[in-house]
Each structure stands twice: as structure tokens, then as C-alpha cells.
């Protein structure tokens, strides 16, 4: 049997918004106005071999007069079912109260409720009539606050609605998070216990997905470290000459087709986290001028003191020594570092990303040859960048419609979240990758940092519920 969740409310309470944060999908329409969505929709929502559906009606327009109506037709409590049976069924109503009968039939044919209200607006003696016609349709139901602009009235709201409705929980459509959304799920197991076998499945297969979610990105997050840091453009011609001239359309090319390459990969990710419609907006990948002397690509990596402990834990064959990186010995910087970073950016790889080189051919005519990447930093800022866009995805909820705009974050306090034998094996792999040899183990390291939390605390706003 699957379950069918109806969302009823007023118009413009972020019903819509509630069912994209809950299917977690953004393909769900939001009204830009209010009162904008008409019809009920219906959502199947697929998670693996489970599944349920989410109505998403039109609100409650008329809700008194409709009350009016079926207490004439309903003399006792035991006759309500009835007269909401025949509200539906009556042509008059229809037109009367296209609302009203629209959001019903599917509560009538077995949707649960979940009733949405906004609490940052005042409760009023107006909102009754609708939960009285919700209460007499029998049904299995949850209100659900949700603090559109902040929290005001929220405690009002809960005297409220808790005579109406046996479960009241705050869920900000903008901010609930993955545990949030799951809850309520869970909540209905109690009150409509046919549902409770189905619903356990839900929930399972949504904890897989996230899960899953978590390895493909970083299986993502691999493939692109090792496409971006292999990537080389090259082209055959007869003269030295010729060769020669090609420096700049080989150039561009190689430029172009790594930032296109990144592109893909963020674009990908969006996908895996439902995210059909989002825009999202990043500084361009630099790939031209002196990396160290260009602000952004610290910003997105390693500063140049990291990247020198960096690059001395991915050169250190004891265990002391990456113990005393890891820990950020000043004896260490000092004693190694310090004289590492004496040497400058030759040592550091060069602040070229990639050279161009022209060779001969054993058999005759030359080559002209973009890339691979030569830069020690460049696989930390392609790390940060896509480690961002993937914490933004996780700490959204599908309910937003605005552009994202990734910024940057501290790669290196996230790196240190790791275990230094985990910190060791990340820096060496992407050593190894820059210098173009096989890095078995990197998509285990980067799958440790992608799933570690960000530092960045993402406000807590359900402090009721
Ligand atoms: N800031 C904020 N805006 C919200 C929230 N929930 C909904 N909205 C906005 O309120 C408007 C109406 O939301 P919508 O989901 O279409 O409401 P519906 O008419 O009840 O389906 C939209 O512009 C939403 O972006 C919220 O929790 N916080
Ligand atoms: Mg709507």
C-alpha cells in the first residue's frame, strides 16, 4: 500500500515549498504568487524500490462558507464523513468551492493530512473553519508550522492547532534537514499503522540514497582530480615552425576543456542531489598567470605554508614525520619547512599550470603538447571548489529557488578533520596524481573528507520542534 500525503493550507504558506523539501527534488513547482496554483498535483515520489505520493492541492478559499455548508448536511458527528462525501459529489459545490473539493478528494480517498501554517503571521479564528473541516474527514494528520519570516508566532500557533491535530512539529520548508524530513515520515507510522512496513521502507531506502550520494560524489569528485590533472591536448604537424605557432590555439584549448571538464562534473553533481533546475555560480577556475600570485587560488587550496607541510607529508617515508605535520610542529616548519620554503615555486611545481612543448617525432615531423598540470596547488583548488558546491547541496533544502553562489572555505581546517594516516594518504595521492602515476586509494581519502561535515554552522532554526 503505498503512502499518500495531501498538503492543505492557506494559499501562500509554502505548501509547494514543504513538498520540494520533502521529495527533495526541485522539479517541484513554487508559486512566485500567491494563490497561483490551481490544481492538485500529484507527485510520485520513487526512492529505490519504495515509494509514495505527495498531493500538493491549491489552498482553502472559502473555507467558512464551506463549513456552513456541511453543517447543514451533517446534523450529528456521525454524519460528517457523509457530508463531506456528498461536498465533493455535488455539482454545486464544484463550482461553489472548486478549492475546497479539489484539496478534499484526495484526503477522502486516503491521503493523509499534513496541514501547513506560517508562523511568522498571527494565528487567527479565521483558520478554524478549515481545521474543523479537516478533523471531520477522519483522516491521519500533522500540522506543520513553518516560520516563513521568523518564529513569532509560533507558540500560539501550537495552543492552536494542538486541539486540532494530535502532531504539531515546526518545519521550516527552507532550512529542515534531512532528519527533519524523515520524522515525519516516521510520525505517520503511529498514527496510520498500515502504512508502517511501507513507510519503514522509505525511510531505509532514503538513508541508502543519502549514502550512496555521498559515495558517487566522491567517485565524481575522483574522476575529475584525475581527468583534470592527466588532461593534455596535443597535435601533430610537419615543421618546427608549425609546431611553433600553435602555442596559443593549443593553449585555449587546453584551457577551455578544463574549465568545460569541471563544468560537467559540478553539473553532475547537482543531478545526483536532484537538482534539475538550480544555477549555481563560481569564480572561473584560473588557469592562466602565477598561481601564487593570484589570490583566488589560494583561496581555494592551500596557502602557501600548507601547502608546504603538504607537500612534506607527501614526501616523508617515516610516520614521525607526517605525526609532526599533521600536528603543525613548528620544529618541523622550521627545520623542513622553512628551508622548503626557501626554494620558492620551483620546488612547489612551478607556477605554471601546465608548459607548452614542441618534440620531434622518431618518424619524422613534431608535436606540439599542452599539459598535464604541473602545479602542486592546482589539485587542492579543484578539491576545494567541488567539496563547496557539495556541502552547499547537502545543507539546502530543494525549496529554494535562488541562484547559489559558491564561496570558498578554509580546504586546509577541513583537511585536518581527517586522521593523520588519512591526511598522509590524501596528500600523497594527489602528489602522485600531479605527477602522473597511478593513485589507488584517493577515491577512499576523498570520500572520508566529503563525508566529514563542514566546519560552517548552518543555523539552527527549528529550535521548537
Ligand atoms: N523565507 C521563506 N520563504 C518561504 C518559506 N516557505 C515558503 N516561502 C516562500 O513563500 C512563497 C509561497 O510559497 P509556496 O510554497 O508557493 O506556498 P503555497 O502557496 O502554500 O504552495 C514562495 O515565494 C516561497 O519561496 C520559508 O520557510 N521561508
Ligand atoms: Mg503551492
New binding site residues.
Given amino acids: 500500500m503505498t503512502p499518500v500525503f495531501a498538503?492543505v493550507?492557506?494559499?501562500?504558506?509554502?505548501?509547494?515549498?514543504?513538498?520540494?523539501t520533502i521529495a527533495q527534488n526541485d522539479d517541484i513547482a513554487?508559486?512566485?504568487r500567491?494563490?497561483?496554483?490551481r490544481d492538485t498535483q500529484h507527485y510520485d515520489i520513487l526512492i529505490g524500490a519504495a515509494g509514495y505520493t505527495l498531493v500538493?492541492t491549491p489552498?482553502f478559499q472559502r473555507p467558512s462558507r464551506a463549513l456552513a455548508w456541511l453543517q447543514e448536511h451533517a446534523p450529528s458527528a456521525d454524519r460528517r464523513h457523509d457530508a463531506i462525501k456528498q461536498f465533493i459529489a455535488d455539482p454545486q459545490c464544484r463550482q461553489q468551492f472548486p478549492e475546497e473539493v479539489m484539496l478534499l478528494k484526495p484526503i477522502m480517498e486516503g491521503a493523509a493530512i499534513l496541514y501547513?501554517v506560517?508562523g511568522s503571521r498571527p494565528y487567527g479564528a479565521e483558520y478554524e473553519a478549515e481545521m474543523e473541516i479537516l478533523r471531520w474527514t477522519g483522516q491521519a494528520s500533522m500540522a506543520l508550522i513553518?516560520?516563513?519570516?521568523n518564529e513569532d508566532h509560533v507558540q500560539d500557533w501550537q495552543q492552536a492547532l494542538g486541539q486540532y491535530f494530535k502532531i504539531v512539529r515546526v518545519f521550516?520548508?527552507?532550512?529542515a534537514d534531512f532528519e527533519k524530513v524523515v520524522a515525519i515520515l516516521e510520525a505517520f507510522s503511529h498514527i496510520r499503522e498500515e502504512w508502517q512496513s511501507a513507510l519503514a521502507d522509505i525511510v531505509n531506502e532514503y538513508r541508502r540514497q543519502r549514502a550512496t550520494q555521498l559515495q558517487e560524489s566522491a567517485s565524481l569528485l575522483e574522476e575529475l582530480l584525475t581527468r583534470l590533472c592527466t588532461y593534455q591536448v596535443s597535435q601533430k604537424v610537419l615543421s618546427k615552425s608549425q609546431a611553433d605557432d600553435l602555442k596559443g590555439i593549443l593553449e585555449k584549448k587546453y584551457f577551455n576543456d578544463m574549465r568545460t571538464i569541471e563544468h560537467h562534473h559540478h553539473e553532475s553533481l547537482k543531478r545526483l542531489y536532484q537538482y534539475h533546475h538550480l544555477e549555481s555560480t563560481i569564480d572561473e577556475l584560473l588557469l592562466e598567470g602565477n598561481l601564487f600570485d593570484t589570490e583566488k587560488w589560494i583561496m581555494w587550496g592551500l596557502n602557501r605554508k600548507q601547502l608546504t607541510v603538504a607537500v612534506t607529508i607527501a614526501g616523508a617515508t617515516t610516520g614521525a614525520v607526517v605525526d609532526a605535520a599533521v600536528a603543525g610542529s613548528s620544529f618541523m616548519l622550521g627545520a623542513v619547512g622553512g628551508g622548503l620554503l626557501g626554494a620558492g615555486s620551483a620546488w612547489l611545481g612551478a607556477d605554471r599550470i601546465s608548459s607548452f612543448r614542441v618534440r620531434g617525432l622518431p618518424l619524422g615531423g613534431y608535436e606540439a603538447h599542452q599539459g598535464p598540470i604541473q602545479n602542486r596547488n592546482f589539485p587542492y583548488a579543484v578539491l576545494g571548489r567541488f567539496l563547496y558546491l557539495a556541502d552547499a547541496l547537502r545543507h539546502r533544502t530543494h525549496?529554494?529557488?535562488e541562484k547559489l553562489q559558491i564561496s570558498e572555505g578554509d580546504l586546509s581546517a577541513r583537511i585536518k578533520q581527517l586522521s593523520s594516516e588519512q591526511q598522509a594518504g590524501l596528500h600523497r595521492a594527489l602528489d602522485r596524481l600531479r605527477q602522473q602515476k597511478s593513485t589507488e586509494g584517493l577515491g577512499q581519502y576523498l570520500y572520508a573528507l566529503i563525508s566529514t561535515d563542514s566546519p560552517i554552522q548552518f543555523r539552527e532554526h527549528n529550535t521548537l520542534g
Fill in positions: 498538503v493550507g492557506h494559499p501562500n504558506k509554502g505548501k509547494s515549498s514543504i513538498v520540494s513554487i508559486s512566485p500567491s494563490g497561483t496554483t500538493d489552498g501547513v506560517d513553518n516560520p516563513i519570516e521550516n520548508a527552507m532550512q525549496a529554494h529557488r
